[in-house]
């Protein structure tokens, strides 16, 4: 890309440096790896929304890290999994009609409100809120959500994935999973894409792919997008417990791998069972 600058007095190549900086967060002083772009000759600093964005983002979500906040699409994926709209959620938790659209957008949200959200992460959590609170909605609209709480909590494959993941999978944010908890969905998506997209995937490459594309999303934005760990082997980087994701993801009858022999060599290549999902 190439800028004026005003150092210099023409036009001139730029590049992308990284270097730490501090930045103001809910009255608390953050430090994150800020890519900045500059002249490539004299350094002189530019203006880039882009970038800018990315390091606010990153700032964000090493604050929501250290005082264990939830995410954005947490909060996002806490909400659909009742059905809910967000004015419909913030009438149900009593708050503003905006502050789930703020939250789900980027604001950090207090703790006493962070707390309430991660209690009503579980279902049977949301039925005792259901319960034991005044409710501001109508009894068709606490009738429908008293169903959804139903067939989550009998809902014995859900459960039972829930538990799964738990064994295996962090769900904490942390330094070695990207700052962000496993997320199954997101993962399915990746995995998809790239069996798609490339066609006789293999999995060694595919591993390569998605340890290649979490560590993108974590340069620009501060969190990966799988949640997942990595470990370095011999040829290259590979998630743990991999195989049992694959294991459950062909259970789930969305992708699963097939063993192709090449006179004595032996392939493992993903064959997708399902479109890529959307959003």
């Known amino acids: 890309?190439?800028?004026?600058?005003?150092?210099?007095?023409?036009?001139?190549?730029?590049?992308?440096?990284?270097?730490r900086e501090s930045y103001d967060v809910c009255g608390e002083s953050?430090?994150?790896?800020?890519?900045?772009?500059?002249?490539?000759e004299c350094g002189e600093e530019f203006?880039?929304?882009?970038?800018?964005?990315?390091?606010?983002?990153?700032?964000?979500?090493?604050y929501r890290r250290r005082h264990k906040l939830l995410l954005p699409e947490e909060i996002k994926k806490i909400r659909e999994q009742y059905g809910l709209s967000q004015r419909s959620f913030a009438k149900l938790l009593n708050w503003g009609d905006k502050t789930i659209c703020r939250y789900?957008?980027?604001?950090?949200?207090?703790?006493?409100?962070?707390?309430?959200?991660?209690?009503?992460?579980?279902?049977e959590n949301m039925r005792t809120y259901l319960t034991e609170n005044e409710i501001?909605?109508?009894?068709?609209?606490?009738?429908?959500?008293?169903?959804?709480?139903?067939?989550?909590?009998?809902?014995?494959?859900?459960?039972?994935?829930?538990?799964?993941?738990?064994?295996f999978f962090s769900r904490i944010p942390s330094e070695e999973n990207g700052f962000k908890g496993f997320d199954y969905e997101k993962l399915c998506a990746m995995v998809?894409?790239?069996?798609?997209?490339?066609?006789?995937?293999?999995?060694?490459?595919?591993?390569?792919?998605?340890?290649y594309s979490d560590m993108v999303f974590y340069k620009e934005n501060g969190i990966s997008i799988s949640g997942l760990r990595y470990k370095q082997l011999p040829y290259g980087p590979v998630p743990d417990n991999f195989d049992i994701i694959l294991g459950k993801m062909a259970a789930d009858h969305l992708a699963h791998i097939e063993v192709i022999y090449d006179g004595a060599y032996e392939k493992h290549q993903v064959v997708p069972e399902c479109d890529v999902p959307e959003g």
């Open 1 to 19: 890309m190439r800028k004026y600058c005003e150092e210099c007095g023409r036009e001139v190549e730029t590049k992308v440096i990284t270097k």
């Open 30 to 40: 953050i430090e994150v790896d800020a890519q900045i772009l500059v002249c490539a």
């Open 47 to 62: 203006y880039c929304e882009e970038l800018d964005n990315a390091t606010l983002i990153r700032a964000y979500n090493e």
């Open 104 to 123: 789900e957008n980027g604001s950090i949200q207090d703790k006493a409100h962070n707390s309430l959200l991660l209690f009503l992460r579980e279902p």
């Open 136 to 167: 501001v909605l109508d009894e068709r609209q606490k009738a429908k959500l008293l169903d959804t709480v139903d067939k989550l909590e009998q809902d014995k494959e859900y459960r039972a994935g829930r538990r799964f993941f738990e064994i």
């Open 192 to 211: 998809l894409f790239f069996a798609h997209k490339s066609t006789g995937l293999l999995k060694t490459k595919l591993m390569k792919l998605l340890n």
